[in-house]
């Protein structure tokens, strides 16, 4: 247990676990609890998954923000896929580090996605859409 394992706002002994991390470790914090609130010892398979759980933690978040992604971009191109060839206006969100696009927010659809062309950060721009592939979860614009 931690030398100061009190909380100031709650005035009592806390941990915490945050979503969507929460999920992976509930099993390990939840019999942590439990065995605390007993007076009685945590369990060994507990205490030896401990240094481990940033890391699985870790692997966990970041397949479930691919799982995520991958989602959103499939529908995103399922919004978009008959509007082929059709511009839209849009803020420049963010550019690629080698130059020569970067990624664009729409205002309608609220699509985000990859543009090519010379951008200007931060700024509005008109953009055209070249792809819209469900199958690939793709969306492409190009700077109109």
């Known amino acids: 247990m931690p030398s100061h394992p009190d909380h ?3 005035g009592a002994p ?3 676990a945050t979503a969507p991390l929460r999920r992976l470790v509930d099993r390990y914090v939840g019999e942590a609890c439990l065995a605390l609130s007993a007076g009685a010892d945590v369990p060994g398979w507990v205490r030896d998954a401990l240094p481990r759980l940033p890391e699985e933690m870790e692997t966990s978040n970041r397949r479930a923000q691919q799982y995520e992604a991958g989602v959103i971009s499939t529908v ?3 919004v978009l896929e008959r ?6 206006d ?4 963010e550019l690629d580090e080698q130059g020569g696009g970067g990624s664009v927010q729409l205002t309608e659809p609220a699509v985000a996605a990859h543009c090519q062309g010379e951008l200007p950060l ?5 953009v055209r859409l070249v792809l819209a592939d469900v199958a690939k979860r793709q969306v492409r614009f190009e700077l109109a």
């Open 76 to 78: 995103e191109a399922a």
């Open 14 to 16: 806390y941990s915490h």
């Open 83 to 88: 509007r082929v060839g059709e511009t839209f």
């Open 90 to 93: 849009a803020v420049v969100v």
């Open 8 to 10: 100031a706002g709650v």
């Open 122 to 126: 931060g700024e509005r721009v008109r």
